[in-house]
DNA sequence: CGCGAGCTTGACGTTGTTCAACTAGAGTGG
DNA sequence: CCACTCTAGTTGAACAACGTCAAGCTCGCG
């Protein structure tokens, strides 16, 4: 955000280590096609089913990708943390969207052209290979997720979610969430109300305090073991 | 496997497009550095949390992908047919395996030194840049495989599960399955008791029949429509 | 002929969803 | 300043979908 608006690429890449392989002159290359957008908190960054266009690295606020299904829920396959850029798996194929991305907070991005990305690519095999890296660990995760619906119920699940916002998203022991309980049960992958059941049980269990979007992590390992063994 | 045992990569580059942007110094490099093993069925190739050594392209026989989730049911994720090489996350962050691989049939594989292949890949863009656009696909099927475990129910999952076996896996209709009854729970996301329920159903509503392990889908649309509408 | 592994079926229990009602707080207009 | 509405959050009761468990079946093989 203010590295991107002011201090340009060069400053962004000491954020994300993707950009640590670019020379100076592929930096700039970048750094020229770059155009900063700002986003109102449920606006919409692209569209699953959209072509894609653009190369997007979120530079403040926090971003959602989920899946829609028809009349379904949504599901929130992924959160969006500065300075981190969207995992946008249909360029190399399709060219089209496989999810939808919108804003949860207040949210700035550079959007920078595929076709300069890839360029870049190709010439710079180290950046080639750290964008391997880059989607290698993406695909562990959705892995690991896939997993964990399969075999944890609710209870696991909704620790798993906790534990990943405390120590991913908000990085920090109290927090306050920016996200719905809606949006909470659609990265959950259950519905809203049995969310808000596991988390009662939770309060009454010392394991958290919820008051409103405020949030506390009272037994962390407590949360943990609920969360390995389902 | 024939390809593989008696042509060498040269023929295996014919089937497998990854390979075709491969100079043929690259690929002889990739042939000297290659070994073919068979297994029996139900052998295991590579083992879920090991140390990752080799990069395997399954040459002949049925591979599944799956992980292991102590004493729940296994996850299959993947289904490896020839010639088609199997995506290993780890290679390029904690070299360790996130699932484990095993033999369905009698099979052949290629095994490359990791080394080997990321040598090439980095002196190769095109190869690196065919990589990405693997991975990116295989990410695309985990997002829908994710997804539809959220909000399918089992009737869609096991007509989605029906519907790949004959499509991309065995290619035909009717077909002989190689895989147990578990197996196709396991790659369903449910128990062998549901699988086979749903199957009887399948069979009274004449969209299929099933004789022991010889498959046969009636109604294609019928099946597509449930598959699809969950 | 008998054994065992995989397959099939039925009865039952648990889990989580659905639906509906109720509450609290924020924004709006008289 | 007070209804009014609208949305998000919360709770309870009823229900459906799956999983679990246990028993019986089939078929290949010694």
Redesign the pocket.
């Known amino acids: 955000m203010i590295n991107c608006l002011h201090g340009g690429c060069l400053v962004c890449r000491e954020r994300n280590e993707v950009f640590n392989s670019l020379t100076g002159d592929e930096l700039a290359t970048i750094d020229t096609n770059r155009t900063n957008i700002r986003y109102k908190p449920g606006e919409i960054i692209f569209k699953q089913g959209a072509p894609c266009y653009n190369f997007y690295c979120v530079t403040s606020g926090l971003v959602k990708l989920f899946i829609e299904n028809g009349n379904?829920?949504n599901l929130i396959i992924d959160l969006v943390t500065p300075v981190e850029y969207i995992f946008i798996p249909g360029i190399f194929n399709d060219q089209k969207h496989h999810f939808t991305a919108a804003a949860c907070e207040e949210t700035t991005a550079c959007l920078i052209d595929i076709h300069v990305m890839t360029d870049v690519m190709r010439k710079n095999p180290d950046f080639a290979m750290e964008y391997i890296k880059k989607i290698s660990r993406q695909s562990i995760g959705m892995l690991e997720k896939m997993s964990g619906y399969n075999h944890?119920?609710?209870?696991g699940?909704v620790a798993e979610t906790l534990f990943f916002l405390s120590k991913e998203i908000y990085k920090k022991n109290p927090f306050t969430l920016s996200l719905?309980?809606?949006?909470l049960a659609d990265m959950t992958?259950?519905?809203?109300?049995?969310f808000?059941?596991v988390?009662?049980k939770f309060k009454e269990d010392q394991i958290i305090t919820?008051e409103?979007?405020h949030c506390e992590i009272l037994n962390f390992q407590m949360l943990e073991m609920i969360s390995k063994n389902g």
């Open positions: 379904h829920h944890k119920q609710v209870f699940r719905s309980r809606q949006e992958g259950i519905t809203k109300e049995s808000i059941r988390l009662k919820m409103g979007n």
